[in-house]
C-alpha cells in the first residue's frame, strides 16, 4: 500500500513539474512565470496537496501571495503532529485558515487550552469535522465557542475530554443539528441521560455515536436516542453498566439501519434484549421483502453474563453478517465462555466438513 502511494506522489509531482514548465515557456498566455510566488494559485494549491501540515506552515510565510492563496484555499488541515506548541500555533493559524472544513487537533498530552478552540470558532466557520480528542485540559467554555461559531459541524470527535459538563454538550448539540458522527468515548461528565435527549431531540441526522465508558448514560437517554436519532448506523455502549433490556429493545425497534452494536461490560442485558434484536431483524425482512437487510454486523457482548446459547444463536441466525469463525469474527463474546458453543453459518459448515474427515 506504500507502494502505491509513493508512486501515486511520484506521479504527482512529474505532472506538477510538467505543468510548471509549461508555465515557464508559455507564459500561461500573456503573463509570463518566472519564479515560484508568480504560479496560479490552483497549481500552488496542488503543489501543496503533496506536502504535509507542518510544510504548508512554512509555505504561508514564503509571501503574502502564498499567504492569501492557503488562507483561501486550504480546507483540510492537522497539527496532530505538533508536539509542544499546538496551541500557540492555532491562536496564530486560525485567523488566517479561515475556510477550513476539517481540523484535526489530535494530542498525545494535553496542549489546548480554551482560547485556541476560541479562536477556531471565531474564525473557522465553515468547519464541518472538529477533532478534539484528548483535550483534557478544554472547558465548557469551548463547547459554547463551537455552538456559536461551527454550526454546521457534521463530524465531532470529543473523546477523552473529560471536563466538559452536560450542560455545555446539550447547548451545543441545540445548535449543531447536522451532526451525524459524534465521539464522546470517556466524556463521563457531558455524556448524560440529560445530553442525549437533547441529542434526540435536535440531531436527527445522527448516524453513529460512541458513549464507550459514559457510566451516567442510562436506559432514559438511550431510549431518547432510539426515538429522536432512527438513522443510527454504529452505537458503542461499551461500559454503560446502568442500561438494561429496555435501552435494547427501543433500538432494535426504532433504529432499523443499525449494523454495528457495542455492549461489552452492560452486564444487565439479559436474553430479552437479544430475541429482541432476532425479532426485529425477522420484521424488517417481512416489511421489505424485495432488499434483503443485512441486519446487524458487529456486535460486542463481551462480559455479558446473564446471556444463553439459545438466545444468541437466534440472533446469529438471524443476522447472517454475524461471524464468530475467527477469519471474520464480527460477534464478540470474550469472557462469556457458557456461549462458546455459538456459532455462524461459516462456522457451522466448517464443524460439518471437521466430522465428515
Not at 292 to 318: F, H, M, Y
Amino acid at each position: 500500500m506504500n507502494r502505491g502511494r509513493v508512486m501515486r506522489d511520484s506521479m504527482m509531482e512529474h505532472e506538477l513539474n510538467s505543468c510548471f514548465n509549461n508555465l515557464m515557456v508559455c507564459g500561461g498566455g500573456s503573463r509570463v512565470i518566472y519564479e515560484w510566488r508568480d504560479i496560479p494559485m490552483e497549481l500552488l494549491l496542488r503543489i501543496l496537496s503533496l506536502l504535509d501540515d507542518r510544510t504548508v506552515i512554512i509555505a504561508s510565510a514564503v509571501c503574502s501571495g502564498w499567504r492569501d492563496s492557503i488562507s483561501s484555499g486550504l480546507t483540510h488541515f492537522s497539527l496532530s503532529w505538533c508536539k509542544n506548541n499546538m496551541n500557540s500555533l492555532m491562536l496564530s493559524l486560525a485567523p488566517k485558515f479561515t475556510n477550513l472544513r476539517v481540523l484535526i487537533l489530535r494530542q498525545e498530552k494535553p496542549q489546548l487550552v480554551d482560547n485556541a478552540v476560541e479562536m477556531a470558532a471565531n474564525n473557522c466557520h465553515e468547519l464541518e469535522d472538529l477533532d478534539l480528542s484528548k483535550s483534557f485540559r478544554l472547558n465548557d467554555s469551548s463547547l459554547y465557542a463551537l455552538a456559536h461559531g461551527c454550526p454546521n459541524l457534521i463530524k465531532l470527535n470529543i473523546s477523552g475530554c473529560s471536563a466538559f459538563s452536560d450542560t455545555a454538550l446539550a447547548y451545543l448539540m441545540g445548535f449543531c443539528r447536522k451532526l451525524k458522527i459524534l465521539n464522546l468515548c470517556g466524556c463521563v461528565k457531558a455524556a448524560s441521560d440529560k445530553a442525549l435527549k437533547v441529542i434526540g431531540d435536535n440531531c436527527s441526522q445522527l448516524q453513529s455515536l460512541n458513549l464507550g465508558w459514559c457510566e451516567n448514560v442510562g436506559d432514559a437517554g438511550v431510549m431518547s436516542l432510539a426515538y429522536g436519532c432512527p438513522d443510527l448506523h454504529a452505537l458503542d455502549l461499551c461500559g454503560c453498566m446502568l442500561i438494561t433490556d429496555e435501552s435494547v429493545i427501543a433500538l432494535a425497534n426504532k433504529c432499523l439501519n443499525l449494523q454495528t452494536l457495542g455492549l461489552y461490560y452492560c452486564q444487565n442485558i439479559t436474553d430479552r434484549a437479544i430475541y429482541a434484536l432476532a425479532d426485529s431483524r425477522s420484521r424488517r425482512n417481512q416489511v421489505y421483502e424485495s432488499v434483503k437487510e443485512q441486519g446487524l454486523r458487529n456486535l460486542n457482548i463481551s462480559q455479558c453474563t446473564a446471556l444463553t446459547p439459545p438466545a444468541v444463536q437466534a440472533l446469529c441466525d438471524s443476522c447472517p453478517s454475524l461471524h464468530t469463525c475467527p477469519e471474520r469474527h464480527s460477534l464478540i463474546i470474550s469472557g462469556c465462555l457458557n456461549l462458546t458453543s455459538v456459532r455462524c453459518a461459516c462456522g457451522f459448515q466448517s464443524h460439518r466438513q471437521v466430522n465428515t474427515h
